[in-house]
Every structure is written in structure tokens, then in C-alpha cells.
């Protein structure tokens, strides 16, 4: 499958021709009446293609977070692979619902990315496919490298649970507080150690509860006294 696919680093991007463009690159006051309700690969440029997306416009690239004219930069190349249909370019960045970031391959070895002939980004190291529709390429100094949609991870319902569990559990403790206090005979060594356990798990199942119940919406001293 690796045969098929790009590694990146390889000197073969020197060698691969220009990609046609899908379309013509439009004006800024054309690229505003675009239908924003449709993806990119929507279009009916990329009916029976594959799109892939440069970052920046023809004769620009993405550096130091702007799309400037760099002349230490080669030309862009889409990457050598045998893509299963033919293969054209579309201008600008991927609308992400979240941020974008940046993949830095030459850095980190879980941003080391290909693509596959379908034109999905694939990071091997963490196991991620990245669409078409949500990341783009762009020509550094360091080689190729992509901009992606952020996906933030999908949150474990099981751990959604965990404040309401906290919650119920505080009358409980309190109980258990109580009878510790009253009852003499727990008036020892003992006793006194289980009432500063049962005291230090009431006040961090309370604070700990209502923060994660609370999320972003917490004001600013209620955040600082709760130690969000």
C-alpha cells in the first residue's frame, strides 16, 4: 500500500508536474457571493475528481501565519501519488467548524502524514484520516506540509457522569461526618482521622463536581476559590 502513497521528505516532489486548477481562482467580492452552505467538494468542479486544496493562492505560500510571496520557497507540488481519479487543485483554506492547526512532520513524529489515493490525509502515528474538505496543503521551506481542521476529541459519556456521581455522593459523606461526630466511641485516634478523610473528600467532591458541571460558565472568583 506504501508504494502508492506519498513519504513525505521524498526528492520526487521536484519531479511532479503542476495541477490544474479546478476552477478559476475568483476575486475577493466572487469568493463572498460563494454558496457558503456547500463544502468544497460540493462544487461541480470536483464531480468525478479529486480536489485538493492548496493553503494559499497560486504563487504564495503559508508563512509565519500569513500567505506571503516567499522566494526561498519552491513552487508547489501536489504529492506523487496514483490517485484513483484525476486529480485537481482548489484555492484557500478548509472552513473548519473549530480552529485550524498547523502539522509539522519534520518536528514531530506524530504529524508525519501521507496521502492516500483516495486524497484522505492519513497520520499513521495516532491513527487519523483526515477528508479532503478539511485540510489543506501548502509548499514551506522544510517541504510539504498541511493545515488541518481541529477535531476536538469526543468527551466519554461514561465520564460525563462523574459530577452527578460526586453530587449524590455528598450527603452520604455528610452522614458519615455526622455520626463520626456524634457517637463517642469514635472519639480516638482513629475517628479523628477518618472525620479529616470524610471533611478533605466532602470539600473536593463538592469543588471538583461543580466545576465540571459548571464548565466555562463559572465567574471568575467562584473559578479562582474552587481552583478551576
Known amino acids: 500500500m506504501f508504494s502508492s502513497v506519498l513519504a513525505i521528505g521524498l526528492s520526487a516532489f521536484a519531479e511532479v508536474p503542476p495541477v490544474p486548477s479546478c476552477h478559476r481562482e475568483l476575486s ?17 468542479e470536483c464531480q468525478g475528481r479529486i480536489c485538493l486544496r492548496k493553503c494559499c493562492p497560486r504563487g504564495r505560500t503559508f508563512f509565519n501565519r500569513t500567505c506571503s510571496q516567499v522566494p526561498e520557497v519552491p513552487d ?24 485550524k492547526m498547523i502539522l509539522e512532520p519534520g ?11 483516495r486524497g484522505m490525509l492519513v497520520r499513521p502515528k495516532v491513527g487519523f484520516v483526515t477528508h479532503p474538505e478539511d485540510y489543506c ?3 514551506g521551506l522544510a ?11 469526543t468527551p466519554d459519556p461514561g465520564l460525563q457522569l462523574y459530577p452527578y456521581g460526586m453530587i449524590l ?5 455528610l452522614i458519615v461526618l455526622v455520626v463520626y461526630i456524634i457517637l463517642p466511641e469514635f472519639d ?7 472525620r479529616c478523610h470524610i471533611f478533605s ?12 458541571l459548571a464548565k466555562e460558565n463559572m465567574p471568575f472568583y467562584p473559578c479562582l476559590i474552587f481552583g478551576k
Open 143 to 153: 517541504g510539504l506540509f498541511p493545515v488541518v481542521c481541529f477535531v476536538p476529541a
Open 28 to 44: 475577493p467580492n466572487e469568493s463572498r457571493a460563494e454558496d457558503k452552505s456547500k463544502r468544497p467538494t460540493e462544487s461541480p
Open 76 to 99: 508547489f507540488r501536489a504529492p506523487p501519488v496514483n490517485f484513483t481519479r484525476p486529480l485537481c487543485l482548489l484555492y484557500g483554506f478548509p472552513k473548519c467548524p473549530e480552529e
Open 188 to 194: 480516638n485516634f482513629h475517628g479523628h482521622a477518618v
Open 107 to 117: 518536528k514531530y513524529p506524530q504529524d508525519i502524514f501521507y496521502i492516500d489515493p
Open 169 to 173: 455522593s455528598l450527603p452520604c459523606l
Open 201 to 212: 473528600l466532602f470539600f473536593a467532591y463538592l469543588s471538583l463536581g461543580t466545576v465540571l
Open 137 to 139: 496543503l501548502e509548499e
